[in-house]
């Protein structure tokens, strides 16, 4: 998880891109931790608000934060599958079959000079659908060569 942490500092200045659109429900309780504050403008960032939930913390504690949020994930048996720079996207198995996801975005105000005590947000939304890949076809059986 120290990956996840360190790829989410990494890129708190890089400009934020959720990987899918979304107003669909998130199925995963967020737990409401004493450095984060429920942002619903999400940093004044319209597009995403209408698409994401936001809590705001500072830069020094978002790694923490991460952390935090991370391991609450797993115990509701989420997976971090995947993401990159600062976005983690998170699995779980649906009993019936296929796969429910979601993301957590970290993001700054690009317009700010970086620093501990400078904000940050973090950003949950849904990604729609069932986030399973499909199993790859079997491979065709390969002719013998006549001899």
């Known amino acids: ?20 659109t979304s107003l669909a429900p998130l199925q995963v309780d967020i737990p409401e931790l004493p ?9 004044g960032k319209v597009g995403l608000a209408q ?3 936001c809590v705001m ?51 700054a105000d690009e317009s700010r000079v970086p620093g501990p005590a400078e904000p940050a947000w973090l950003a949950f939304a849904a990604i729609p659908g069932n986030v399973c890949a499909a199993q790859p076809a079997a491979p065709a059986a390969t002719p013998v060569p006549a001899q």
């Open 35 to 43: 450095t984060a504050v429920a942002d619903p403008t999400c940093g």
């Open 1 to 20: 998880m120290r990956i996840v942490m360190m790829a989410a500092l990494a890129a708190l200045l890089a400009a934020p891109a959720m990987a899918q």
């Open 51 to 53: 698409q994401a939930m």
């Open 57 to 107: 913390t500072t830069q020094g504690a978002i790694g923490g934060l991460v952390d935090t949020y991370s391991e609450a994930f797993r115990l509701q048996n989420w997976l971090a599958a995947g993401g990159e720079n600062n976005r983690v996207v998170y699995v779980r198995r649906r009993p019936d079959g296929g796969c429910d996801g979601f993301q957590m975005l970290a993001f």
